[in-house]
């Protein structure tokens, strides 16, 4: 936090004559006398002293400046009032809005934000931020993970259209600089704060998940001069590489940093080199598999893994894993992976193709704060059936994650698949994220 000194200045009374103080002592006032003949007393003067003295009435003289002046008398100390602004970044009571619109790859785009009363961004590398979006009235909300470092002015995200996209295409196409948007939290367990990681890693990505994996790098690069970083990225070819210059440059940079890309499109390993960090290993095109990640990082089992990037890519680098004997207590992965983000998402209807074909019972579900008391299908998304009947509770991630949506059964039976952001003290007193738990009998919810 920045200080600030107040300027002081300094003024030098003029030359006083000795005073001879009377009985009434130091620091009192003397009583005004009437001078009589004969009378030798003196009452002491008083003294005053100021800068902009007045003319006084009928004398053609300026008037003597008045200095105030008292011995033994309490000082009265001045009050300093200092406006104490805060040094990190609440949504809860500041606005984003957008600096820098980033063009990097023909379908996906990176937003600079700044907080509208400047202060600094406060957050773990690899977390996600919730944003509120209002299109044609309503309001959406979406979760995106930072591809920026904390403790900067700036927080940035990077956002990749999606088919029918909603909000992912509404941000590309109307996001102006200048324009303000509201946020709800940061969250997110995958990050390397939380995450007890090696000095030497294997951080892994495919796709949009590169963004909380750029923000784990960057940070660990610019703190951590020991880090041993091997990157290993997989894209359809080398137009779709998201951050492709940004990662020659911090090659270029940190001789503890290596990429390798895995292009679909290729016919070999793309490998970026720099005079300081010179690698070629060509390899055979395709996906990720065992042979390439054991030809790649001989010394895995050295390692920890950070994992981000579609489900099923995901799901693939965990098997690799497992079947190389790696050591899973040194392996995370983002369980948060941005939903499809169309429109089923914010206009879900609950005809029968939306629950098993076996399931054919319905159970009540009751939410007394807003009157709602309805007949639904067994095995139903808790957040679709409040969502659809005007229930105002916030679906943002929609995959148990930033828990947006925990709300509180207070009576019947929900499943539930997740439960990450709850303590355990919350779960005991029945709280539940909607977007992960479907009702299997007469329930009652509360969102508080």
């Not at 023909?106 to 944003?131: E, I, M, R, Y």
């Not at 044609?136 to 591809?147: C, E, F, L, P």
């Not at 965990?318 to 190389?324: D, G, L, P, T, V």
Request: proline residues 5%; negative net charge; charged residues 20%.
């Amino acid at each position: 936090m920045s200080s600030s000194k107040t300027p002081s200045s300094t003024l030098t009374p003029p030359a006083l004559k000795p005073l001879k103080l009377n009985s009434s002592g130091l620091g009192k006032a003397a009583k005004p006398t009437t001078s009589k003949p004969g009378t030798s007393k003196l009452t002491p003067p008083k003294l005053n002293f100021a800068l902009s003295g007045s003319k006084p009435t009928g004398s053609s003289k300026l008037a003597t400046p008045k200095l105030s002046f008292s011995l033994g008398g309490e000082a009265t100390k001045p009050v300093l009032k200092t406006d104490v602004k805060p040094t990190t970044w609440s949504p809860a009571t500041t606005s984003l809005v957008l600096v820098k619109r980033e063009l990097e790859t023909h379908d996906s785009l990176s937003f600079t934000f700044a907080a509208a009363d400047q202060t600094l961004f406060d957050f773990k590398p690899g977390q996600f931020v919730t944003l509120a979006v209002d299109i044609d009235d309503k309001t959406h909300y979406r979760a995106y993970s930072i591809s920026s470092v904390p403790q900067q002015k700036q927080l940035r995200l990077t956002i990749k259209r999606v088919p029918d996209g909603l909000v992912s295409n509404w941000l590309a196409d109307n996001l102006a600089i200048g324009d303000n948007l509201s946020a709800l939290n940061i969250a997110g367990q995958f990050n390397s704060s939380d995450c007890q990681h090696k000095a030497k890693l294997l951080l892994v990505s495919a796709g949009c998940g590169i963004t909380p994996v750029m923000s784990i790098a960057k940070t660990l690069l610019a703190q951590d001069s020991d880090a041993d970083i091997e990157f290993l990225h997989c894209a359809r070819d080398k137009d779709n590489v998201i951050f492709h210059a940004e990662m020659q440059t911090l090659i270029a940079q940190h001789s503890n940093f290596k990429v390798q890309l895995l292009l679909e499109n290729s016919d070999a390993f793309a490998s970026f080199s720099s005079e300081k960090n010179s690698t070629a290993l060509a390899h055979q095109t395709g996906m990720v598999s065992k042979d390439v990640i054991q030809q790649l990082y001989s010394d895995l089992q050295d390692r920890t893994i950070f994992l981000c990037g579609p489900v099923g890519f995901m799901k693939a680098v965990e098997n690799i894993a497992q079947e190389s004997d790696f050591d899973m207590a040194n392996f995370f992965q983002e369980s948060f992976t941005p939903a499809a983000d169309n429109k089923q998402q914010d206009d879900l209807s609950l005809d029968a193709s939306k629950v098993s074909a076996a399931s054919t019972a319905s159970v009540m579900l009751y939410v007394p704060d807003f009157a709602l008391e309805k007949e639904v299908a067994q095995g139903s998304s808790l957040l679709e059936l409040l969502e659809n009947n005007g229930v105002p509770i916030i679906g943002a991630c929609r995959a148990g994650v930033c828990g947006s949506c925990k709300c509180k059964v207070t009576s019947g039976e929900v499943k539930s698949t997740s439960s990450e952001t709850l303590t355990a003290a919350e779960i005991e007193q029945g709280f539940v994220l909607a977007c992960s738990s479907t009702v299997e009998g007469d329930v009652t919810v509360a969102l508080s």
